[in-house]
């Protein structure tokens, strides 16, 4: 028999799950808030440049995900950043050593390319713009609800996929009689989470530095990460340099509300003074982006997710994996796919 499955959430998980259940007789419906799909691993386009204003790259962390990736999928436009990861300390002093990854994955057209290609794979209907606000338990199953109140029908399994607070939030909502919805919505909000607030600064003119990006390693120095989009291939034009700024946490805390303008500004004068070069300062044009829900800083009480599975409620994404990188992400999803099957 085939069973419907709703996806809540287009990104890593999602898409590795959708993707391993491509050849079994399950049926999956994905509802995405967002235009585009792989969530946190977000691409950007703006004057001819390409870059990626969330995670940077997708490293070679587990056998299965690398696998997929460089076997599985097309290979075409793949990109192995070839530039080395540096480091930096409180002192803002730039150095080598930090280079751990053997690959740094991303696609010319853009990290998005990874969803896009797992979900190409498979017959399932991907809803775009559509925000899951209640999920309704049924005798048999789930009823889901959008934020604008329309039914979007009725399905065997739920797998909730977005960070653990906006899931946690969904728990919180559930139309669900059920003495373990509190305890589970207590568990999965307990997650804690890193904010980080991003500057994209474009120049019309290239940097003369060794590394693709440099890494804030004692969390002392207000810049948490900076790196160069030009280091990837088909991402920016010959001559120009596109730097993206991750802000540490406490600096993204405190400037969080602060107005776009003189944010991008502070986030400027600090790469200047980080990379040593004045003309930093005064970027052709900008972006920025509010990531209050970055990265998973802990682990879930994997037992408590594991009651759900008994009423057809299924959890995955870099908190259940308990880390937030792209690869455990698609582990992730990849695993809840095997155990949905299994049902
Ligand atoms: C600034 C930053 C830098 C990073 N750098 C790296 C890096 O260099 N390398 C790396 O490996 N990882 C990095 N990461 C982490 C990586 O992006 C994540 O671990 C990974 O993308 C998580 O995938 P996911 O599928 O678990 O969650 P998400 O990508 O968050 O996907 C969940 C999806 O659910 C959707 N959603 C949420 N609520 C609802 C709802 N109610 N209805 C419908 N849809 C909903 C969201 O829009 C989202 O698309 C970084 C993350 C950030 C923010």
């Not at 069973?3 to 994905?30: I, Q």
């Not at 991907?126 to 609800?145: H, K, P």
């Not at 290239?206 to 160069?228: E, I, M, Q």
């Not at 003189?262 to 930093?280: P, Q």
């Amino acid at each position: 028999m085939t069973e419907r499955l709703a996806v809540v959430g287009a990104g890593a998980a999602g898409a590795a799950a959708t993707y391993a259940l491509r050849d079994d007789p399950v049926e999956v419906t994905v509802f995405e808030k967002s235009r585009g799909v792989c969530g946190r691993a977000a691409t950007r386009r703006k004057d001819d440049c390409v870059y990626e204003y969330g995670a940077n790259y997708l490293k070679p962390g587990d056998d299965r995900v690398t696998d997929l990736v460089t076997e599985e999928l097309s290979t075409d436009g793949l990109v192995d950043i070839a530039e080395p990861v540096y480091a930096f300390a409180a002192d803002g002093d730039i150095t080598p050593g930090r280079d751990a990854d053997e690959h740094k994955w991303t696609y010319e057209a853009g990290i998005t390319q990874l969803a896009k290609r797992l979900f190409g794979a498979t017959d399932a209907t991907v809803e775009n713009e559509v925000r899951v606000e209640v999920l309704d338990r049924r005798a048999d199953g789930w009823r889901v609800v959008d934020s604008e109140g329309t039914d979007r029908g009725d399905y065997d399994v739920v797998l909730l996929t977005p960070p653990a607070p906006q899931t946690a939030d969904l728990l919180g909502q559930a139309a669900w009689d059920h003495d373990d919805c509190r305890a589970l919505r207590q568990t999965v909000a307990s997650v804690p989470y890193r904010t980080v607030v991003a500057g994209v600064l474009h120049y019309d003119f290239t940097l003369d530095v060794p590394w693709y990006g440099a890494v804030n390693a004692d969390k002392a120095h207000d810049v948490g990460w900076v790196s160069r989009e030009e280091c990837k291939r088909g991402h920016v034009p010959d001559g120009e340099s596109l730097l993206v700024v991750q802000m540490n946490e406490s600096w993204s805390v405190a400037n969080y509300d602060r107005r776009p303008e003189t944010l991008v500004e502070a986030i400027a004068e600090r790469a200047a003074a980080l990379v040593g070069d004045d003309r930093l300062t005064d970027p052709d044009w900008t972006d920025y982006q509010h990531w209050r829900y970055s990265q998973p800083e802990g682990e879930v009480d994997h037992d408590a997710l594991a009651g759900a599975r008994d009423h057809d409620l299924y959890f995955a994404g870099d908190w259940v994996a308990g880390e937030g990188r792209i690869h455990a992400a698609l582990r992730s999803g990849l695993d809840v796919a095997a155990d949905i099957a299994g049902r």
